[in-house]
């Protein structure tokens, strides 16, 4: 009786944090850049789309694309207006569906090489601090919310727990 009493109190905690980690703060968004699934690509204006994204620290930024034609690589802002692919910060290349995750409040660049880039393959993200103009309702009704990380670990203390 004792560890069945434990195992209701363990689910209780861990609805009670689900609630509290889902209605307080902004979970990291995942942006798939261009819209779609591999859509980092030529004939897309990727500074039409990013004006319609809002970009916060923790975010991520998923790119799909192919990656014996294109590629991608973080560059500053000289690289970047001038389609310059040699120095650049980080090549996020590996296997055609690649993320990077935006971890300060500044702004980013990013250009695909190979010539590319003169064709339109370039995107500017201007990363913000999230701020309490951020409304968790809001944030909830966005259908590329991830769940918090910190639930996982709680939910699967919970469920091995009760079987």
């Known amino acids: 009786m004792e560890i069945k009493r434990e195992k209701i109190i363990l689910c209780l905690l861990v609805t ?29 204006n990727f500074t039409e789309w990013s004006r319609h994204e809002h970009f916060y620290i923790g975010d991520w930024l998923y790119f799909g694309f192919d990656k014996n034609i294109d590629n991608v690589l973080e560059v500053n802002k000289d690289s970047y207006d001038n389609c310059t692919e040699t120095n650049f910060i ?8 690649d993320v990077f995750q935006l971890l300060e409040a500044k702004p980013y660049y990013f250009i695909s090489g190979k010539g590319f880039c003169i064709k339109g393959m ?37 469920l091995a727990w009760t079987f």
């Open 16 to 44: 009670v944090a689900m609630g509290f980690f889902c209605t307080e703060g902004r979970d990291p968004v995942l942006h798939r850049v261009g819209g779609g699934r591999f859509t980092w690509a030529p004939g897309i």
């Open 122 to 158: 370039r995107l500017a993200v201007y990363v913000e601090e999230p701020t309490a103009a951020v409304s968790p309702t809001n944030i909830a009704s966005q259908s590329n919310m991830e769940i918090p990380a910190i639930i996982f670990p709680l939910l699967a203390t919970a």
């Open 90 to 97: 980080t090549n996020i290349t590996r296997g055609g569906r």
